[in-house]
């Protein structure tokens, strides 16, 4: 009896430590403004693809733009939860159909700034990191798909 009490204890421990440490990374993250955030963003890609400085400074206002719009729908998602408003489905489609429309002319803009090398790794990153999303709702680890490509 006393080590089950003693693994309960251990296991209650260590779910409360993981999420506070969940909402410490999201709640820091979200303290940045979008031009911070922007910036950030332009120096990973440039230290993952190897950008020079005036594709960074193309880049720059085609991310800051991504991400206040990423603000404006989160801020706007909060408050429609907060009224419990759920959406219609043409509503729905509305807002996939957008997404989807604004994913493809991001697409289009960054290929016309990156070498076809730097997009064929940009496209790389994204997968991987899609995968990764993926594996964390299974919470599996996802595999290196570059290893594998070697």
Do not use: C, H, W
């Amino acid at each position: 009896m006393k080590k089950l009490a003693g693994i309960l204890v251990l296991v209650f421990t260590f779910t409360i430590t993981t999420q506070a440490q969940k909402q410490f990374r999201q709640a820091n993250f979200n303290q940045f403004t979008p031009e911070q955030k922007a910036t950030l963003a332009i120096k990973r890609m440039a230290l993952a693809l190897d950008l020079n400085t005036s594709q960074q400074r193309q880049l720059k206002p085609l991310l800051l733009k991504r991400i206040t719009e990423r603000v404006a729908q989160r801020d706007k998602m909060i408050a429609s939860r907060a009224d419990r408003k759920r959406l219609s489905s043409d509503e729905r489609f509305q807002k996939m159909n957008a997404n989807l429309d604004a994913k493809i002319s991001f697409d289009k803009k960054l290929k016309r700034i990156l070498d076809k090398k730097q997009y064929e790794e940009y496209k790389l990153m994204r997968q991987n990191r899609k995968g990764n999303k993926n594996f964390k709702k299974l919470g599996k680890r996802p595999m290196n798909k570059r290893r594998l490509q070697s």
